[in-house]
């Protein structure tokens, strides 16, 4: 433990730093006329906080233990025991923890707010700060005003990006991604971030709503360039007409950048992106994991080709609970900070009488499942996430996100997780010439009830394929064939007749984007699906 008068001088630092962070943000937010300096006062300001904060978790990361127990008495009401044993034994493990958004409503940023967060505990503010510190350092030129363009959807409120403490940095306008209708948010969005050819950064908040938007790119090019020529908004389907009055006239005509786009789009569409915007320096996505993964790795492959791509936050449950330093990695890995939420974790695979443990008690290679109390009330809720601790830094683990527990097929208790699920469908998919897999979802046949016909209970899988119209018996069987092969115990129900043949359909173009439509909410991909309606919307879809 730090002795009294470090930890006396080092907050007298912090205060300072606060301080002059604080009025240069104030300053700032008075220069309303002069937008470029208003600009360079705030980042620079940012950027000194950042720098504070980032040296304050270097501290914490070596006292984890004592982190980790201040966070906790900061969650637990006064008067009650509050170190991590009596908490343990008083509250048991709770169920699955309260559905949280992928992102937070954020208020806008205020000099008292960076003050308190020098001392005291913001993730989001804390969370963001880092963000731009790392983004400004592996690419310098990523901060630029109005050099960010934001596709994401919240309908009702709009999105907090990554970068929200710096609002200058996009230039696409929030009312844009608080419209009622998803389609109508992207493409909106897309519009304007096609209007600024000099961007730096293309952020999505799910890597989904990125594959989503330049999918419509591929559609309906030439509306959007006519759109780009004009400086308007072609009226849609989910576009209020007081929004896109408001809109339009944030958009100047611009034949010269229309031109442009009908001229790339015309060359076709592998490596768009690099092309629509020769400045950019790297895609910025919320979620690049789990669900999120097979549309990353299809931008990488094709539109988003040479670009690399930045997955900043670790949430769970609504709560931030972590940060990617290393942006140029290609697979993210987060940082769990240690004051941000009281963490516990239970050893994969489970035990029949399940122990948790500490933050600072984990071991690198390991699998565990995450026990999260992470705001006053909600103790000790099981998050449905498992991670692997890919490595330290200090005593913080770093880790890599494994499954959700939530998304597990299973007819007769064999168990077959999404990941692995996956990559079965990835093999079988290879094998059929031709195929690209889109995108897929799967249903146990319990919820298609007397559709289903009178047969042993088995699983139904939706998929969407560029390259393939149709499918035969053995494609399809195929599929059937991989899962036996991966999953022994899948095999063996298969061979008693507990398990019926996989039932594979094939979708049209878009039914994806209309069940992401459907969900309503900015969550990463479900892919076991759990309602009536979902699935109705789905059959609805099928084309084979």
């Known amino acids: 433990m730090l002795p009294a008068a470090a930890v006396a001088a080092a907050l007298a630092v912090a205060v300072a730093v606060a301080v002059a962070v604080a009025v240069a943000v104030a300053v700032a937010v008075a220069l309303p006329a002069a937008p470029a300096l208003r600009h360079r006062l705030a980042r ?19 006292e984890v233990r004592l982190s980790q127990e201040r966070r906790l008495r900061r969650l637990l009401p006064a ?11 008083r509250h048991p493990l709770g169920q699955s923890c309260p559905d949280g958004m ?34 400004h350092t592996t690419f310098p030129q990523a901060l630029a005003p109005r050099g960010t363009a934001l596709l994401s959807w919240a309908p009702g409120r709009p999105p907090a990006p990554a970068g929200w403490p710096l609002p200058t940095l996009y230039c696409t306008p929030a ?36 594959h989503d938007a330049l999918a419509a790119l591929r559609i309906g090019w030439p509306r959007l360039a006519q759109d780009l020529a004009l400086g308007r908004l072609s009226p849609q389907s989910g576009l209020p007409e007081g929004a896109r009055g408001r809109l339009q006239a944030l958009l100047a005509p611009n034949a010269a950048r229309a031109a442009e786009l009908r001229a790339e789009c015309a060359r076709g569409f592998e490596g768009i992106v690099q092309r629509l915007w020769p400045q950019l320096e790297v895609v910025v996505v919320g979620t690049a994991h789990g669900a999120e993964q097979l ?89 449905g996430e498992v991670l692997r601790v890919a490595g330290f830094h200090k005593q913080c683990p770093v880790v890599e996100p494994v499954r ?66 149709d499918l035969s018996e053995g494609q399809r ?52 699906l759990r309602e009536e309606r979902l699935l109705q919307l789905i059959q609805s879809t099928v084309i084979s």
């Not at 620079?44 to 904060?53: E, K, Q």
């Open 404 to 469: 959700r527990e939530s998304q597990v097929l299973s007819v007769r208790g064999e168990s077959i997780p999404e990941e692995r699920f996956c990559r079965s469908l990835c093999r079988a998919v290879g094998m059929w010439p031709g195929a690209r897999l889109i995108d897929y979802i799967c249903v146990e046949s319990a919820l298609l009830g007397a559709s289903s016909g009178a047969c042993a209970p088995h699983y139904e899988v939706f998929v969407e394929l560029r390259g393939l119209r």
């Open 79 to 89: 008067g009650t025991a509050r170190d991590s044993e009596a908490f343990r034994e």
């Open 175 to 210: 009312e844009a991604g608080a419209l009622p209708s998803r389609a109508a948010a992207l493409r909106v969005q897309l519009l304007f971030a096609l209007q600024e050819r000099a961007l730096r950064v293309l952020e999505a908040g799910l890597a989904a709503e990125l």
């Open 295 to 383: 549309y990353c790795d299809a931008l990488r492959q094709a539109d988003c080709k040479g670009l690399p791509f930045y997955c900043p936050f670790y949430r769970a449950a609504g709560a931030l609970l972590g940060v990617n330093l290393w942006p140029e990695e290609p697979a993210p890995r987060f940082l769990l900070c240690p004051d941000w939420a009281f963490c516990e974790f239970l050893p994969c695979p489970a035990e029949d009488e399940p122990q948790t443990v500490l933050l600072g008690e984990l071991w690198e290679g390991r699998e565990y499942g995450l026990v999260l109390t992470a705001r006053p009330g909600e103790y000790r809720c099981r998050a």
């Open 477 to 528: 069987y195929k599929l059937d064939q991989c899962l036996q092969e991966d999953f022994p115990i899948y095999k063996s129900f298969r061979f008693k007749g507990s398990i019926g043949p996989l039932r594979l359909h094939l979708v049209g173009a878009g039914a994806f984007a209309q069940l992401r439509e459907a969900l309503g909410s900015p969550l990463p991909m479900p892919r076991v």
């Open 44 to 62: 620079s300001a940012l950027r000194r906080a950042a720098g504070w904060y980032r040296r304050r978790l270097e501290l914490r990361g070596s």
């Open 102 to 135: 992928a992102g937070e409503q954020v208020p806008p940023l205020r000099p008292w707010a960076l003050l308190r967060s020098c001392w005291g505990t913001d993730p989001p503010l804390q969370g963001s700060l880092l963000y731009l510190d790392t983004l």
